[in-house]
């Protein structure tokens, strides 16, 4: 429906996002820099928070598709964690090796 009536190509609405239709808002644009500068300045964790559908996800995406490839940046959508549970998805992501232990030596090894 929405192909034909819009002129489109291909279906835009998919259940998972595809940062091919990404679409920057103003919005969109300042949390963009936001986590840019956040992760290129090292920051540490940084937190998205928005409304269901709003773009979040494709706009992780979007970033971790095109920020420079020797930055390390993975992007955790488990919405749950404890902060062990955290470091450790953070570490897996990294493929640092890590077995559960405590926040003291799980921080450490992420540092």
Do not use: C
């Not at 819009?6 to 091919?20: A, I, K, L, Q």
């Amino acid at each position: 429906m929405y192909t034909w009536f819009y002129g489109f190509s291909e279906e835009p609405f998919h259940v998972n996002p595809d940062p091919r239709f990404l679409y920057l808002t103003e919005t969109h644009r300042q949390a963009l820099n936001s986590m840019t500068r956040g992760i290129l300045d090292r920051n540490g964790f940084i937190l998205i928070l928005g409304e269901l559908g709003s773009g979040k996800t494709t706009l992780i995406q979007h970033l971790l598709n095109t920020i420079d490839r020797k930055v390390k940046a993975v992007a955790i959508f488990r919405h749950q964690h404890t902060y062990e549970e955290l470091l450790e998805d953070v570490l897996r992501e990294l493929k640092v090796p890590s077995a559960p232990q405590n926040k003291v030596s799980l921080v450490r090894q992420l540092n």
